[in-house]
Each structure stands twice: as structure tokens, then as C-alpha cells.
């Protein structure tokens, strides 16, 4: 928790800004009860009918500015979630990549932080409703009846430890919740990379049992946590209807002895029906079902991510210099399973800095796969991958990041303006005139004026699938990475589109590998790397047809091909591009 308090530490002026508006917002409960009794005593009891509709105006005009203090709350809400969010998300991330992203890493990124966001801010919201709102009810008590407000704080006490006592079994519960809740997504995340293998194997059952057992144990853990919400009725019973029995017991003696007049203790009613009795509820209710979930998570989170203060950002990683940003596959191997054949069966394959290589198979053949291996995202389970002759393990995340980009099938488009969209692998970095060579140079024009130039908002789905593949391959091409491995990121484009922008990357300083779509990415190709799912063959699109059946085959489905490639000093491209069959 010690995190917690640190991060709400740095945004101390929005806290004090909450907690003082939060005061004006207890004015009711602070209010309400001396309102009552004066509106009886000296007004509707004294007979004066003015006096006691001016006390009723009174404590009107304190909900009156409740209701402004809650619009004003919740701005300042936003200003202490929101950025505490942001924080747990960086922490989450940094450990998310050092744990290799790992399928529990995702559930922390996805859910977890979320988490923390939205239960600090349903707690702060629950101490300004709740916490302070109860202390001004049991202050305006003692004002009007002193003895009851004695008696009061004495069975809230009493109410609060009982509840402190059973919220202990209850963060053993939330802790094993957690917990498995990020075992049954890494048992998901891995029988799906599985799942070809399941199929082969005729596993199927033994996966559906071992996802089961991981979401039957959630569900039990669950189940205990609202069968241990019960008790917290009897908390509530002792702090909130026990002073309410012993007052209306006392009642008689109260008033006849002339200890307390009937407005008085109309108004310890007030007090104790319309504030402390509902609060307490509420209370009980937020500290097993907001606070105590907020403390195990956050515990667990510091935890995992190792860290105790905010992690400082990693300085900006320049890329490795143009000559030394070959990349080389040794004897590469990898299967999905160590019962499985080979996707890459000792592959070896040079891709010198300069050089445009496409890749072909059919579909489920490993092209993404290899795609993952040449860019470090999945290591080998055998052979070498080799940047600038240096293991490619070996080099700094950073440094690999900043010179290798992979745009994967999906796109990703994040909220923002498309000029944040376009330049964030370099900030502050690219100029006006930049991107709009780069934009002209990928045929991305007119996406750029559709959605209103650079400085416009955008979001995922504000756009087509074929613009957000333009955004995100113009992000890539805006990158520092000489070394650029597109894996079918032009699937959404047209055939005239997607040579474009194959041919703007081929003309960028650097190399590129294309994971081909269609045929005609291969033809545009200096060389050319078949999986047929017995071997990979390399070569010129000419030498391939010749002598690789598969590569003959997916040829042989274009068209005659006419005309020539004007200016790309390669084999002339098919009059219509359609994709290789079967991807």
C-alpha cells in the first residue's frame, strides 16, 4: 500500500481539493438532525410556524450545495484515478515485458490496473460519501444529545471492529481470487497457441478439463466471497439499529424527565435513521467489496512488478548503424509443441542490410511464425538468428526494438490525433514536411484529408480497416528501424495500393521483408523464400518456378503476366493480383 500512498502522494492539491469539497458535501449529515429538532422545538412545537420553515430552508440550502459540491467532486475525482491508472499501467508494462509477456502479464495489463482505477475511485468516492458524512453525523449528535452520541460511537466501535474481524478471511479469499484468475488466463493463452496440436494429438478433452478446473476454482472462489458477505448484517445491526432500539426504549424516561425534549430526540432519530444506520450499511458493503479487493490487488501488483516507485523510462535506444543491421538465421528450427513437426526446419537465410526478401506458403504454413522468429518476438528452438552478426538474444531489448519493425496482420490504431498515431516510435522527431512525403509516398492522402489532417482525433474505429493498415504501416516507415518485416499488413489494400507502399518501403533506407499476401509481393522481390511444409527453398521468383513445384503452383494461378514493371528492375507484375490460395 505503501505504493498507493506514494502515487497519491504526487497528486496531493487534487486529494486536498476533494477532501474539502467533500466537507461541503457532508453539510446534511452534519445539519440535518439539529435542523429537525429546532424546526420542532422553537418552531412547529413553539407554535411559531416561521421559525420552523426557516430552519427547514436551512438545511434545504445545505443539499443545495451538496449538489454542488458533488459536480465540482468529481473533476477532482478524475484528476487522482485517472493518472493513477497511467502509473499502475507503466509499472504493469515494464514488468509485462521483462516477464516476456506472459499470458498472466496480459490479464495484470488488462484487468488488473483497470482494477485499481476503478476501486480507488468508487473508495475515494466512498470516503467522501460515506467516512466523512458519518463522522458529521455523529458530531451534529453530540451537539444535539450528548449521551446518545456517546452511546453511538460506542456501538460503532464495536460494529467496526466486528467488521475488521471478518474482512481477515476474506483477503485470503480475494488473494486466491486473483490469483486464479491469472491462471486461468495463462491456461487459456496456452492451450490456444496450442490448439493445432490439441487437434493432432486428439487432446481436446484433457485441455477442456484443465480450463475447467481453472474456471471451476474461480467460480468457488466467488462463491465464497458472497457467502462471507452475510456477516457483515450483524456489523451493521450493532452499530446502526442497536442505538436506535436503546433510544426508543429510553424514550419515555427522556422526555417526561425533561432530559430531552421531543425535538431533540426527533432529531438523534434523524441522525441515527436517515445517516448513521444507511452509512454504516454502505461502509460495511465498501470495505469488503471495494477497499479490501483495491488492497489485495495492489499488493499483489507490487508483487509482481518489483517495484515501489513510479519506473523511470528507459532512454530513447538508438538503433544499430545501417551496416551492421544484417540479419542472418542459422539452422533455424521451431515447432509449436515438442511433439510437433517442424514449422522451420533448419532454416537458413541472409538478409543483407538493402536487400527486399518475400515470403510464400500457403496458409498455416509458419510465415507469421518466422516472422515472429526474424524478429525476436518467439526464439528458435534451435539454430541462430544473428543481427549484425551478434546473437540477437543477446542485444539490448531496446536496440533490437528501435532496429527491427514488424507490422503484424492486425493493425492498431490507439485514441489520439493521427499526427500521435503517425510519429509516436519518434517524437517530437518528424516535421510537417516528413510526413507528408511519407504520406504521398504510401498513397495515404487521402486518408489523411478524410479524417481531417494530422492534428484530428482519431480512434480505431473511426477507420477502415485498409486505413488503419495505412496508419500503421506509415508509423513503421516514420520509424528509426532500418530493418522492416511486414507480415500481410497490406492484406486490407487493393493490389495497386499495396504495391505502392511495398515499393515506398523498397526504396527506404534499409531491408525489407514481406510476408506475402499476394504473388506479385514476390515478383517485386530480390529474393524470394518458399514453405511448403517440408522445406524452405530460396531463390529468384525465375529460379523457384523452375524448380519448386509449391512455388510453381501458386504461380501458376495468376494470369498471364504483360506489360513490365516500369522502374522496379524486376520481374513484370500479373495484370491482375489476387492472394496466393488458400491464405
Not at 537 to 548: A, F, I, K, Y
Request: glycine fraction near 10%; proline fraction near 6%.
Amino acid at each position: 500500500m505503501n505504493v498507493l500512498y506514494t502515487d497519491l502522494r504526487r497528486h496531493r492539491r487534487a486529494v486536498v481539493l476533494l477532501l474539502l469539497w467533500s466537507a461541503v458535501d457532508s453539510l446534511p449529515a452534519l445539519a440535518g438532525g439539529w435542523c429537525v429538532a429546532k424546526a420542532l422545538d422553537e418552531g412547529a412545537l413553539a407554535h411559531r410556524p416561521g421559525s420552523a420553515a426557516a430552519w427547514l430552508l436551512a438545511l434545504g440550502g445545505a443539499y443545495v450545495l451538496r449538489a454542488v459540491a458533488s459536480w465540482i467532486t468529481t473533476r477532482h475525482l478524475a484528476d487522482v484515478v485517472e493518472p493513477l491508472r497511467d502509473a499502475w499501467l507503466t509499472r504493469i508494462v515494464h514488468a509485462a515485458l521483462a516477464d516476456g509477456g506472459s499470458d498472466a502479464a496480459v490479464a495484470r495489463v488488462a484487468g488488473q490496473a483497470e482494477s485499481v482505477r476503478r476501486l480507488t475511485g468508487t473508495l475515494l468516492l466512498s470516503l467522501r460519501d460515506v467516512v466523512l458524512a458519518l463522522a458529521a453525523a455523529v458530531i451534529g449528535l453530540a451537539v444535539l444529545a450528548p449521551r446518545l452520541a456517546l452511546l453511538t460511537l460506542v456501538c460503532v466501535a464495536a460494529a467496526l471492529a466486528l467488521l475488521a474481524w471478518q474482512l481477515r478471511p476474506l483477503a485470503a479469499i480475494h488473494r486466491d481470487a486473483v490469483r486464479a484468475g491469472e491462471a486461468l488466463a495463462a491456461e487459456t493463452g496456452s492451450t490456444v497457441r496450442a490448439l493445432r496440436d490439441i487437434a493432432a494429438c486428439g487432446a481436446g478433452a484433457q485441455a477442456l478439463t484443465r480450463i475447467g478446473a481453472a474456471a471451476d476454482r474461480q467460480a468457488a472462489l466467488t462463491r465464497a466471497l458472497a457467502r462471507a458477505g452475510v456477516g457483515r448484517g450483524a456489523a451493521v445491526a450493532v452499530g446502526g439499529h442497536l442505538p436506535v432500539v436503546l433510544m426508543l426504549a429510553a424514550a419515555p424516561s427522556l422526555t417526561s424527565g425533561g432530559t430531552m425534549t421531543a425535538g431533540t430526540l426527533a432529531g438523534a432519530a434523524t441522525y441515527l435513521y436517515t445517516q448513521v444506520t444507511p452509512l454504516l450499511r454502505t461502509l460495511a458493503q465498501t470495505a469488503a467489496s471495494v477497499g479490501l479487493p483495491l488492497v489485495v490487488t495492489v499488493r499483489h501488483l507490487t508483487g509482481v512488478t518489483g517495484r515501489t516507485a513510479e519506473p523511470v523510462p528507459d532512454a530513447p535506444t538508438p538503433p544499430l548503424p545501417y551496416g551492421q543491421t544484417g540479419l542472418e538465421l542459422r539452422d533455424v528450427t521451431f515447432a509449436h509443441g515438442p511433439a510437433s513437426e517442424p514449422v522451420i526446419d533448419r532454416l537458413s537465410l541472409s538478409v543483407p542490410p538493402g536487400l527486399h526478401v518475400a515470403v510464400v506458403g500457403p496458409s498455416g504454413i509458419g510465415k507469421s511464425t518466422l516472422a515472429d522468429v526474424m524478429a525476436g518476438l518467439t526464439p528458435p528452438d534451435s539454430g541462430e538468428v544473428l543481427l549484425g552478426d551478434r546473437p540477437l538474444g543477446g542485444l539490448a531489448p531496446g536496440t533490437v526494438r528501435r532496429t527491427i519493425g514488424l507490422v503484424p496482420q492486425e493493425s492498431y490504431v490507439f485514441d489520439g490525433t493521427l499526427r500521435e498515431n503517425l510519429t509516436c516510435l519518434r517524437p517530437d522527431e518528424v516535421s510537417d514536411a516528413e510526413l507528408d512525403r511519407s504520406v504521398a509516398a504510401l498513397g495515404a492522402t487521402a486518408l489523411v484529408t478524410r479524417t481531417g489532417g494530422y492534428d484530428a482525433r482519431v480512434g480505431d474505429g473511426d477507420l477502415t480497416a485498409a486505413e488503419r493498415q495505412l496508419v500503421t504501416l506509415l508509423r513503421l516507415y516514420l520509424s528509426p528501424a532500418p530493418l522492416i518485416i511486414l507480415d500481410e499488413a497490406t492484406s486490407a489494400l487493393d493490389p495497386l495500393a499495396e504495391e505502392q507502399v511495398e515499393q515506398a518501403f523498397a526504396r527506404r533506407e534499409g531491408s525489407l521483408v514481406v510476408i506475402a499476401h499476394r504473388m506479385s509481393s514476390a515478383l517485386r522481390a530480390d529474393r524470394v523464400v518458399v514453405l511448403d511444409g517440408i522445406r524452405a527453398t530460396q531463390g529468384t521468383h525465375d529460379e523457384l518456378v523452375r524448380s519448386v513445384p509449391t512455388y510453381a503452383d501458386l504461380a501458376g494461378h495468376w494470369p498471364a503476366r504483360v506489360g513490365g514493371d516500369a522502374g522496379a528492375g524486376r520481374s513484370p507484375r500479373p495484370r491482375n493480383s489476387s492472394p496466393i490460395p488458400g491464405t
